[in-house]
């Protein structure tokens, strides 16, 4: 007698497949945009390379909790890590300002001892007084040509270093109105710009190092009475900041 072959028993847990893959996918797309609205950048890239990584190795979702759960630094699944991304590495320690002091004494000495240009080091940093009859006309912001001998000695000492600059500007007492500046507040603000302008476009200085401020009249290093006072007060003074002088400056976000 020939048996009949008993049927195999029809599988009605195939669904289960592609409800499991739609489920991945739909947690890859809250994922995605869950990074998304963050403001971390970063982190929105390191979200959207492990799933692209996942999805080719089928490691969705070990590689999703590195990104999310304590691994940032290991972007890619296997055995390579990643370098962080240079946005995120913290800005170099401010360097001693003593050797530059010693620099700009040894290659600024004929400028120094004619009085173009004063040095001090201060507790806030080494501050470069750069007085108005070397570089700059009476009551004019554009830097005079045969000051830039100068400025080349003094902006190869700030792009060794990485310390942040601020350019201040001052002018004496007597007050201004001309077809350019109002008043001295205007000079003073106009020719730290011009000075910043020039350091960045001719000598390549990264302007998120800069900073500028206009004092005006207020804050004279002398005396207002005389004519030699005046002069000594009319400057722009480039401020290398120490460590402490850089505790004071507002803290960059992230850009």
Not at 184 to 202: H, K, P, Q, V, Y
Request: charge should be neutral; include cysteine; aromatic fraction near 6%.
């Amino acid at each position: 007698m020939i048996r009949r072959k008993t049927p195999e028993p029809e599988n009605h847990d195939r669904w289960l497949v592609s409800y499991a893959d739609f489920i991945t996918l739909l947690f890859a797309f809250f994922v995605v945009m869950f990074a998304t609205a963050q403001s971390d950048k970063s982190k929105t890239k390191e979200v959207s390379e492990a799933v692209r990584e996942a999805f080719q190795h089928g490691q969705l979702s070990s590689a999703l909790s590195n990104v999310l759960h304590g691994k940032p630094e290991i972007h890619k699944l296997g055995n390579t890590p990643q370098k962080k991304s240079a946005e995120n590495m913290p800005p170099p320690p401010p360097a001693d300002l003593a050797k530059s002091l010693d620099t700009l004494q040894r290659e600024l000495s004929e400028d120094l001892n004619s009085g173009k240009i004063q040095l001090r080091l201060e507790g806030r940093g080494l501050v470069i007084s750069m007085r108005e009859a070397a570089f700059f006309a009476s009551g004019d912001n554009i830097v005079a040509p045969a000051s830039l001998p100068i400025l080349a000695k003094i902006a190869a000492v700030v792009q060794s270093i990485p310390n942040q600059v601020r350019l201040e500007g001052y002018t004496d007492s007597i007050p201004i109105h001309n077809s350019h500046f109002r008043n001295n507040w205007e000079l003073s603000a106009a020719r730290g710009i011009a000075m910043l302008e020039l350091l960045c476009d001719r000598y390549q200085i990264d302007p998120a190092r800069l900073s500028v401020a206009g004092y005006g009249e207020n804050s004279p290093s002398d005396s207002n009475q005389t004519e030699e006072g005046r002069a000594h007060n009319r400057r722009v003074d480039l401020v290398l900041l120490s460590a402490d002088g850089m505790k004071v400056e507002p803290q960059a976000g992230p850009r």
